[in-house]
């Protein structure tokens, strides 16, 4: 089952002027976030497109703050009802942004061998967060479970939009499964740091079908320009 969550959580002051949202949001963040959130608003209205995996050949490269941003604009600026998914289950950090004590959560949820309620926390009035629970190594074999689709499934007929903070791909061999429970696959390159080879070969791994877009993160080409934003093939 999956009851809505009671108490709304408050950002971690640290993380705020890496929002797209509040007072403290940089406008042009805000901005480049609106314009991908208009892509997906366009291909949910057309083509029924309802979740996203956000993901990066490396960690550290964004794919967090994207997810949460991305969440953050479509449940504020299009008021859809929007499902945040920590499905990092090996590094989770969504928890840290928003200052949610460890507990409970996807993994518990994966790990169980009877269906259980869903550990759900609110962060504002259409924005719901899934946390990642405690910490897995055998994380990308629980997420391509049938348990996963059933939870994928059932969040897509409760909310408009699930997006999902997926973990690095990596090595990963279950990269084209994972993807594939999604709609679609944001992909999130740093500029200056992530290594091509480790991008072409992440991308092959997922599937180029399955790519909807790459996000160009933390592109610098003047002092006030933080984050470029490529969407399509």
Do not use: C
Not at 155 to 173: H, L, N, Q, R
């Amino acid at each position: 089952a999956m009851p809505s969550g009671e108490s709304v959580l408050e950002i971690s002051s640290s993380w705020r002027d890496r929002l797209a949202t509040g007072p403290a949001g940089d406008p042009q963040l805000v901005e480049q976030f609106r314009r991908l959130a208009a892509t997906l608003h366009q291909a949910h209205r057309t083509q029924g497109l309802r979740s996203v995996m956000v993901t990066s050949a490396e960690p550290s490269d964004g794919k967090t703050m994207t997810a949460i941003n991305l969440a953050l604009v479509l449940a504020e600026s299009y008021r859809y009802r929007v499902l945040l998914i920590d499905a990092d289950l090996r590094r989770p950090s969504i928890s840290s942004v928003v200052e949610l004590a460890e507990g409970s959560g996807l993994s518990e949820a994966l790990r169980s061998t009877a269906p259980q309620k869903l550990a759900l926390a609110q962060l504002g009035p259409r924005l719901t967060l899934l946390p990642a629970g405690r910490p897995t190594m055998n994380s990308i074999e629980a997420l391509v479970s049938p348990r996963m689709r059933q939870i994928l499934e059932e969040a897509s007929a409760k909310f408009d939009w699930v997006i999902m903070d997926a973990p690095p791909i990596g090595p990963t061999a279950d990269a084209r499964l994972l993807s594939q429970m999604a709609g679609g696959t944001l992909f999130v390159i740093r500029a200056e740091k992530s290594q091509y080879p480790e991008v072409q070969r992440a991308i092959d791994m997922v599937g180029r079908d399955q790519i909807l877009g790459v996000v160009l993160n933390d592109v610098s080409t003047k002092p006030s320009d933080n984050y470029y934003y490529y969407q399509g093939h």
